[in-house]
């Protein structure tokens, strides 16, 4: 099949910024928490003697020194404050075991607070709407504007690098913190999409087919902050284009740390009745990961055991099936045909310092993989098997000097795609992605460009769907 004269249309572009979200919590001022006692919403954690309190149509309204736990913490989440009025300050004290710490807004200055003393950012107008995006070691604030979250300063803190280990963040809190009056509209606690998303890829069944569930699919994609990312799960309706966060998914490799490792691959493997998945490990030496599991993450918030690859000795053979540090975008598939498991792993060829697609087989997921060879001279990148007409093809990103530069492995040899508009390039992802809808199989490509969302340089990117008709 010669794919390289087909013609993919873009259907649409869109940018994702932190407007896709995971409700965690919301204070409710609907009843007066404030007075009742046969039930304590908001447990008092602080509370200067002489403080007033009380709810007021939908409004929390407090005057005096007082801070009120809202929900636990958790050290990915995003927590908001709309204020109606205040007159000193008002914001978040966020706890874990070993530390506390304070994001605090104030009428001419943005304060933070941990055991190291303050820290004040000069403000330039007056701001109402408050939102503070934690990673570890850092929280990045955020003043919403129309709606529109637009970021402002990033506090660090190495009181809280370590917030993502569950021995720390499962016993802390996120709490409402007043400083004098203010009247506050409003309290949320969510995870978001972050400032933008890479890395897509379709969660399949083992054999490659496309898993559809009331007209939606879903893709894991890497969640890009101001720094940092996670793995986030999101559905998709391809023909109208209803996109939805969904899923958030961390990984504990042994040391207790719920990481944001990304670039995933997840089958459900109905031979072995287990979700499967192949990763890349940023936060243990840029090595790949891989693990099976029996609940669904597709759906809030999980974490997943994960094992770690052996790693390969920097003067390892190439070809060698232990993981170098730099291995990554790793893609598995069961081919049915042949009864074999094959894998892709990306990974930078030392002579040419470049990276390029190497392959893999074996009769199990996840070891005793043996070599096939490797891809093209070039910059590969984000690769996927996809069978197309039942035949199997392997299609990947590539160069950094070109736009929508694809190619496409099969029996014949490599082609190159082609599309319309080739915005969504330079190095972008090759995910084809059939679906049976109606009486026909469509083909789509979801892909993203690298237009850095922030100074970080993997703060990529917009997303960008093609369809083509093959």
């Not at 928490?33 to 149509?57: A, H, S, W």
């Not at 894998?343 to 697609?357: E, G, I, N, S, W």
Request: aromatic share 16%.
């Amino acid at each position: 099949m010669d794919l390289s004269s087909i013609l993919f249309r873009r259907k649409c572009s869109f940018t994702l910024y932190k407007n896709k979200k995971l409700p965690l919590g919301e204070m409710s001022f609907f009843k007066d928490f404030v007075n009742d006692k046969r039930g304590d919403l908001y447990p008092v954690l602080q509370r200067m003697e002489g403080t007033q309190e009380k709810i007021l149509n939908n409004r929390y309204f407090v005057s005096g020194n007082l801070v009120r736990l809202f929900c636990q913490f958790f050290p990915f989440a995003t927590y908001e404050i709309s204020l109606e009025d205040f007159d000193d300050r008002c914001g978040f004290e966020f706890g874990i075991k070993s530390a506390i710490c304070s994001v605090m807004l104030g009428k001419k200055h943005l304060h933070f607070y941990d055991s190291n003393g303050e820290t004040s950012v000069p403000l330039k107008e007056d701001i109402k709407r408050m939102v503070v995006t934690c990673r570890p070691g850092a929280f990045d604030v955020y003043f919403v504007k129309n709606e529109q979250p637009i970021f402002f300063h990033t506090f660090k803190s190495e009181k809280f690098e370590n917030s993502n280990s569950y021995s720390e963040f499962s016993t802390g809190f996120a709490a409402v913190k007043v400083l004098g009056k203010a009247e506050i509209k409003s309290v949320l606690s969510y995870i978001d999409c972050g400032i933008s998303q890479a890395d897509m890829r379709p969660i399949r069944y083992e054999n490659g087919e496309v898993i559809i569930e009331n007209g939606k699919i879903y893709f894991t994609a890497s969640v890009r902050q101001e720094e940092q990312m996670f793995q986030g799960i999101f559905s998709l309706v391809p023909s109208t284009m209803e996109i939805e966060l969904t899923g958030a998914v961390f990984f504990d490799s042994g040391d207790g740390k719920w990481c944001g490792d990304v670039a995933s691959t997840l089958v459900y493997s109905r031979k072995e009745n287990k979700w499967l998945i192949f990763l890349c490990s940023f936060n243990h030496g840029h090595i790949l990961a891989h693990s099976e599991f029996d609940g669904d993450v597709r759906f809030g918030v999980n974490v997943v055991d994960i094992k770690l690859m052996n790693k390969a000795n920097d003067d390892a053979p190439f070809n060698t099936t232990d993981s170098f540090e730099g291995d990554e975008d790793p893609n598995f598939i069961y081919d049915e045909e042949n009864d074999r498991w094959l894998l892709a792993v990306c990974r930078l060829d030392k002579k040419q310092m470049a990276y390029k697609y190497t392959f893999f087989e074996s009769k199990e997921p996840f070891k005793n993989y043996r070599y096939l060879g490797c891809g093209f001279d070039g910059h590969e990148t984000g690769g996927s098997f996809v069978k197309i007409n039942n035949e199997m093809h392997f299609i990947c990103g590539n160069a950094f000097d070109k736009r929508a530069d694809y190619r496409i492995y099969s029996k014949d040899g490599v082609q190159n795609l082609k599309f319309d508009f080739d915005d969504g390039g330079f190095r972008g992802w090759g995910t084809l992605i059939p679906v049976k809808m109606g009486s026909r199989t469509r083909h789509f490509f979801l892909t993203f460009d690298r237009h850095n969302g922030s100074a970080y340089n993997w703060s990529y990117g917009n997303l960008y769907l093609f369809e083509a008709d093959i």
